[in-house]
Each structure stands twice: as C-alpha cells, then as structure tokens.
T-cell receptor, first 115, second 113 residues
Framework: GAVVSQHPSWVICKSGTSVKIECRSLDFQATTMFWYRQFPKQSLMLMATSNEGSKATYEQGVEKDKFLINHASLTLSTLTVTSAHPEDSSFYIC???????????FGPGTRLTVL | QKEVEQDPGPLSVPEGAIVSLNCTYSNSAFQYFMWYRQYSRKGPELLMYTYSSGNKEDGRFTAQVDKSSKYISLFIRDSQPSDSATYLCAMSVQTGGGNKLTFGTGTQLKVEL
C-alpha cells in the first residue's frame, strides 16, 4: 500500500519551454502532497505543499509563477515548470501524506534536464 | 546552523558489519523522526518512523531516539551489499497543517563484499 507514482521519470527540454510533472497516489487518497527538489549529493528541499482543492503553499524563495502546482483531485497533483532554464535542471520528487499522519510516501522522482 | 545535521559520508563497511548512522538536531519542537533510504536516482523509501525516545526495531534495522540529547540513530545489523544507498533522516513538528519534514543531507553508505 501507499504507492506514489510520478510521470515522466525523466525529461529533457529546451530552454524556455514548459514541463509538466504528474504525481499520483495509486492506492490511497492524499489530501496533501509535497513537491521537493534535490540537487546532486544534496538533501531534499521542500518547494511547496499542495492541498487538494486549494492553492499551494510555497516555501520561501520558490517562485510560485514559475513552479505552478495544481492538486485537482485526491490522487493527482501536477507541477509545471514554466519557461524552464538550465538552472532548473534537477531531480523533482513528490510525496503524499495519508490522512493527517506524519509519514510521507515518496514517488520515484523525475529527472529534468534543461538544455 | 542547520536544523538537522547529518554526516554525508561516504561510509564504507564490509558485508556483515553493524552500521551506525546518526543525526543531530537543534529544534526541540521536533516530535516525529523518520529514516528514509534512497537508492541512486530513485525516490526515498520510508524505513523507520518513531515518535518517542527509545528504541524501535524492525528486522535488521533499529531506530533510536534521544530527545534529551537531540540525537537520533539508525543501526543496521548484518549489513548487505543491497543496503548500499543514501540514508536520510527526517523530522517534523506537529502543526495545524502541513507537517513539513526537515531532512538531513543524507549519509551515503557502501557495503562491500
């Protein structure tokens, strides 16, 4: 149980284009999903907290207009990187929380490379 | 000072060794403690979840929390090459919503034959 999937697993795009990443909870309903970014040999940095049906809460320093988050249903959240640039190249990971518990279950991650 | 400190390693041990991984933290409000294992280019996998001070055992893994010292540990017995991964500690404070996790930088472990 508590399986989270992400799609795509990797993507390469040109600078200036937009990329959408999907995060799905496969066997449970997730009222809250989290989006993280991880640079090589560094820890996970929380970008935003996404609650179903409401606007996402962004961490300090994360541009909400650049990283658009939509949590339209209890099983799907999307992160769109708009006008991507090479410095946005990173490993993006989502997680989902079951109910109001503290445990988060992570997706397999999406590796974004912006040329 | 980071809220959570973790030695990045790398830590290299022979197969069968007992591994000790540690994190220290500065925020006394942290109440929930987790250990995640992350293989290269994969998402983190929850290994252990603890709340109170003391030990919690699950198979070859033992998580230990010492709130008075703000120190947590993960012990791996009879380590195997398949245990080679990065181990991340994570902590959270019970808040009205969000329950955000604060991660350590991760310790890279290599178990050699």
């Amino acid at each position: 149980g508590a399986v989270v999937s992400q799609h795509p697993s990797w993507v390469i795009c040109k600078s200036g284009t937009s990329v959408k990443i999907e995060c799905r909870s496969l066997d449970f309903q997730a009222t809250t999903m989290f989006w993280y970014r991880q640079f090589p040999k560094q820890s996970l940095m929380l970008m935003a907290t996404s609650n179903e049906g409401s606007k996402a809460t962004y961490e300090q320093g994360v541009e909400k207009d650049k990283f658009l988050i939509n949590h339209a249903s209890l099983t799907l959240s999307t992160l769109t990187v708009t006008s991507a640039h090479p410095e946005d190249s990173s490993f993006y990971i989502c997680s989902a929380r079951v109910g109001s518990g503290n445990e988060q279950f992570f997706g397999p991650g999406t590796r974004l490379t912006v040329l | 000072q980071k809220e959570v400190e973790q030695d990045p390693g790398p830590l290299s041990v022979p197969e069968g060794a007992i591994v000790s991984l540690n994190c220290t933290y500065s925020n006394s409000a942290f109440q929930y403690f987790m250990w995640y294992r992350q293989y290269s280019r994969k998402g983190p996998e929850l290994l252990m979840y603890t709340y109170s001070s003391g030990n919690k055992e699950d198979g070859r893994f033992t998580a230990q929390v010492d709130k008075s010292s703000k120190y947590i540990s993960l012990f791996i017995r009879d380590s195997q090459p398949s245990d080679s991964a990065t181990y991340l500690c994570a902590m959270s404070v019970q808040t009205g919503g969000g329950n955000k996790l604060t991660f350590g930088t991760g310790t890279q472990l290599k178990v050699e034959l």
